[in-house]
């Protein structure tokens, strides 16, 4: 037990400093681009940070098991918005005005509808997570776009600031903040995993909670880094850009080598409950409102219902 004690505060400890070097990485990297920390966030940080739901789903389907990536995949998409997101807004209100950031909002709720699509008849086959990772790479190269006409723009209106720092210390600190991240989440769900075997928790109670949270630990050490720094832009391209690369490229690479059979729960519980979160989440973008800590209060509550819901059914 003192074993899994020193892994959860060595990968406590780790997140921190990843998160710190990969959040001031960004933003550099962004002025240097410019383009919008929104953006950056919605891409590079949002892969980094989805790369341990990445490994699994490799490893997973290599092994002929890629329902357990899925269900790792759908529990951590909603730890996104009801602990990572939800935990941010309680320590800094976030703005949420903008008309790119509402248009990622909508393909939010259309990532999680199409997984749901492709999932009607209870199996993910290769061309379902084929068309999945196509649409995957059409929602990146939209972002992209979007990020060249935006940075024509600003070109236009004024003139182009210098870079607050060289490019090789920024490519270290992101790619350096986001190895941190990774093996700083690995440790923590390794502790947490013999921590609650040793107290007796079922193995679908730690893979509902701990193995969906330890895989989201990465996304949380950003978005409150964020949120310390003011970096909110960043913080919510981060959370939507991650829930959209899980439901589209991770579930994909899952589902290319080994079918996914998805269970009856995820059309009776998890979907509706993501798709209560989304529709909460985007409606509170469209009316222009400020993500404070009454937002997040609430989307924590409905996160502990659904955890209390799935443990009784």
Known sequence: MLVDILYLLGGLALLVVGANRLVKGASALAAALG???????????????????????????????????????????????????AAACIICPIASGMTLLRRE??????????????????????????????????????????????????RIDQ??????????????????????LIIGSEMVMRGGVGLATELGVDEFTIGLTIVA?????????VSISSACRLETNLLLGNVLGSNISNSLLIVGMAGLFSPIAVPGNFFTLVLPMTLIMYAALVAFMFRGRKLNRSTGILLMSVYVAYIVLVMIS
């Not at 509808?113 to 059409?138: E, K, P, T, W």
């Not at 920024?170 to 941190?180: A, E, K, N, P, R």
């Open 213 to 221: 949270i330890g895989t989201t630990m990465p996304e949380l050490a």
């Open 159 to 180: 003139v182009e600031e210098k870079p607050t720092m060289e490019r090789w210390r920024m490519l270290t600190y992101i790619v350096g903040g986001l190895v941190l």
């Open 35 to 85: 383009v919008s920390t929104f953006v950056i966030g919605l891409t590079v940080v949002a892969m980094g940070t989805s790369a341990p739901e990445a490994s699994l789903a490799i490893i997973s389907s290599l092994e002929g098991d890629a329902s357990i990536s899925f269900g790792n995949v759908m529990g951590a998409n909603v730890a996104n918005i009801g602990v990572v997101l």
């Open 105 to 154: 909002a909508v393909f939010l709720i259309v990532s999680i509808l199409a997984v749901a699509a492709l999932a009607y008849n209870g199996i993910i086959d290769r061309g379902n997570a084929l068309v999945l990772i196509a649409a995957a790479v059409a929602f990146n190269y939209f972002v992209l776009r979007s990020a060249r006409v935006e940075r024509a723009a600003k």
